[in-house]
């Protein structure tokens, strides 16, 4: 497969998975969770690298499994939604950055 149709292929699956969130009444609820979920972890995220000398995205990427694979076992989360979670923590890290140089 070339690589242009494995783009369109990849992005007609995230275009999907976007609106499966976004219409359905079980994506938004999906949804309403994860923001629920991800409010404390990315504060606990952001002291833990405060402590940290010279923190990098590596070190934010390797936190946030770590972060989200505790917390997921605490709360029961199906692997889905741990998966969804770290996605989205890990899109934070430049919010993050700039957060902490503050």
Request: hydrophobic letters at 35%; charged letters at 40%.
């Amino acid at each position: 497969m070339g690589k242009f149709k494995k783009g369109l292929f990849l992005g007609s699956l995230v275009g999907a998975g976007m609106m499966w969130l976004n219409a359905t009444p079980k994506g938004k609820e999906m949804r309403s969770k994860l923001v629920e979920h991800s409010k404390p972890l990315y504060d606990e995220l952001k002291e833990s690298l405060k402590q940290l000398e010279g923190p990098t995205k590596e070190m934010y990427e390797a936190l946030v499994e770590r972060a989200v694979a505790e917390y997921g076992d605490r709360k029961d989360m199906a692997d889905e939604m741990k998966m969804m979670l770290i996605r989205d923590l890990k899109k934070k890290w430049s919010k993050l950055e700039k957060e902490i140089k503050k």
